[in-house]
C-alpha cells in the first residue's frame, strides 16, 4: 500500500498534462527552445565528433526470435547484378546499387515515442491508449519529435566517479550519485538540456563479445526517485547505455516505473542502447562534459519508437555531416543576417500580394516568407499557372496556394513573383 501510494504522489508532482495545452504532443522536448539550440550550437569548439549509435545489422542486441527483429540489410539491386548483365537498364557499365532495411524499430539505439507506454489505459496529455492501434499512433507519434532534438547534451559518467569499469547489474542511480557526479566533472544542467547516463552495462557487454541475456535481465539504471529531479530542472531528454535506460528491477510495485511515469505522465522523451563509450573517453581526457547535440529520429509516420535519424549509413549524435551542415548553416545565416532580409522580403511579399485585386482571392495569410492565397475556388489551375510562369508554388489543400521562396530571395524577385501572381490572377 505503502508503495503504491509513493507512486501516485511521483505522478502528482511530474504530471505534465495539459502543461503545454491540450493539443501537445511534444511533452519535455517542449523546454528545447530557439535560443537554446543557439545557445547549444554555440559549444562547438574542436569540431569533434562522436557517434552516439550502435551499428545497424543482424548481429544486434536483440535475441533469437525475439519481435523487436534485429536491423536485416537487404540488397535490391547491386554492383554484381549490373556485372552479370541482369540490371535493367544497364549500358556501358553504367548501373546503380539499392537496399532495404527491415527491422524493429526499438531493435537498437533509438527514441521511446510517447505513445510508446501506456498506464491506467492511458497515454501523454490524457490521451487514450486505443489512440495507438494496428494503423499507428493517431496522436503522440515519434514523427512529431523529427525536429526537435537538438540541444545541448550533458554526460554523467557513473562508474568513472566511482572508479568502476561498469556499474553492477542491479546498481539503482540515485540522485546523490547524479549531482556527485556532477560535481567532480564541473557541470552543470540547465533546463532544456539532454541527460546522457553511462552506466558502463553496454561496455561489459561488448568486452564480451556477445549479446547473450542484455536484454530483459537485471540492469543499471536510474531509480525512481530521479524523476522528481528530472522534472524540477526541466530535463528535455534522457539516453543510457543500458536496454531500459532505467534500473531492473525497480523495486516498486511496476517493472518499469519510470517509463509508466516518466513518458505517460510526465511526458518525458527516453533513449535507450545509446554508445558512449568513446565520447566518455574524451570527456575524461579534456574534462568536457558538454556538447552540442543532433539526434532527430526518422519521422516515420504513426511510429512508436525511431532510430536516430541517418541516411546512406550516416550516424547520430554529433552526425559528421549534419552537425558540420548545422554549424556552418548558422554562422553563414548570422554573417548574412538572413532573418532580418527575410522579415523584410516577407513584408514585400504580403504587401503586394494584398493589393492585388481578385475576386477570386479569400485572404492572404502566413508569417514571414512562409505567405500563401487562399482563393474560392479549386487552387489546382493557379498553381500550374503560377509555375509556368517560373514562380514556386505548391498547394497547401484544395483552395490555398502557398509560395515558397528561398530565404535569399530578392527584392526584384519577390516583385516579380508579385506580378506573376497578379498576372495569373486576373
Known amino acids: 500500500m505503502q508503495a503504491r501510494a509513493t507512486i501516485q504522489s511521483i505522478i502528482e508532482k511530474v504530471n505534465n498534462w495539459g502543461r503545454w495545452g491540450q493539443d501537445d504532443e511534444l511533452g519535455t522536448l517542449n523546454y528545447i527552445t530557439q535560443d537554446k539550440r543557439i545557445r547549444a550550437a554555440q559549444l562547438v569548439r574542436r569540431g569533434v565528433t562522436f557517434s552516439l549509435s550502435l551499428p545497424f545489422d543482424r548481429f544486434g542486441l536483440q535475441p533469437p526470435m525475439n519481435r523487436r527483429l534485429n536491423p536485416q540489410h537487404i540488397m535490391l539491386t547491386s554492383g554484381a547484378d549490373l556485372f552479370a548483365g541482369k540490371q535493367p537498364g544497364q549500358k556501358g557499365g553504367f548501373g546503380y546499387a539499392d537496399d532495404m532495411i527491415i527491422m524493429a524499430l526499438q531493435a537498437a539505439t533509438h527514441w521511446n515515442a510517447l505513445s510508446h507506454m501506456f498506464y491506467d489505459y492511458h497515454m501523454y496529455n490524457n490521451r487514450h491508449c486505443s489512440l495507438v492501434s494496428s494503423e499507428g499512433a493517431a496522436k503522440n507519434s515519434i514523427a512529431v519529435a523529427s525536429s526537435s532534438i537538438l540541444s545541448r547534451a550533458v554526460l554523467l559518467d557513473i562508474p568513472r566517479m566511482l572508479s568502476m569499469s561498469w556499474l553492477p547489474e542491479d546498481h539503482a542511480i540515485t540522485v546523490e550519485e547524479i549531482e556527485n557526479t556532477l560535481s567532480q566533472q564541473g557541470v552543470g544542467v540547465e533546463p532544456g538540456d539532454i541527460l546522457l547516463f553511462r552506466t558502463g552495462h553496454m561496455t561489459r557487454f561488448l568486452s564480451s563479445g556477445q549479446w547473450n541475456e542484455y536484454t530483459y535481465t537485471n540492469a543499471p539504471g536510474p531509480c525512481l526517485e530521479v524523476l522528481p529531479w528530472l522534472y524540477e530542472r526541466r530535463v528535455a531528454a534522457v539516453a543510457s547505455d543500458t536496454w531500459a535506460f532505467e534500473t531492473v528491477p525497480s523495486k516498486t510495485p511496476l517493472w518499469l516505473p519510470i517509463h509508466a511515469i516518466g513518458i505517460v505522465y510526465m511526458g518525458l522523451m527516453i533513449g535507450e542502447n545509446f554508445l558512449l563509450d568513446e565520447w566518455a573517453n574524451n570527456c575524461a581526457e579534456d574534462g568536457v562534459y558538454e556538447a552540442f547535440i543532433c539526434a532527430g529520429p526518422i519521422p516515420f509516420s504513426r511510429a512508436v519508437g525511431d532510430l536516430p535519424k541517418r541516411s546512406h549509413s550516416t550516424t547520430f549524435g554529433g552526425n559528421p555531416l549534419a552537425c558540420a551542415a548545422a554549424i556552418a548553416a548558422i554562422g553563414e545565416m548570422r554573417r548574412l543576417d538572413v532573418a532580418r532580409d527575410a522579415r523584410e522580403r ?7 500580394l494584398s493589393a492585388i485585386r481578385s475576386d477570386k482571392v479569400r485572404e492572404v495569410r502566413g508569417l514571414g516568407l512562409l505567405l500563401g492565397i487562399e482563393l474560392k475556388e479549386n487552387a489546382g489551375p493557379t498553381i500550374k499557372a503560377l509555375q509556368d510562369e517560373g514562380v514556386l508554388t ?16 530578392t527584392a526584384d524577385q519577390v516583385d516579380r513573383v508579385i506580378a506573376a501572381t497578379a498576372k495569373v490572377l486576373a
Open 394 to 409: 505548391l498547394g497547401a489543400g484544395p483552395t490555398v496556394v502557398r509560395y515558397l521562396p528561398p530565404l535569399v530571395i
Open 346 to 352: 516577407g513584408a514585400q511579399l504580403r504587401e503586394g
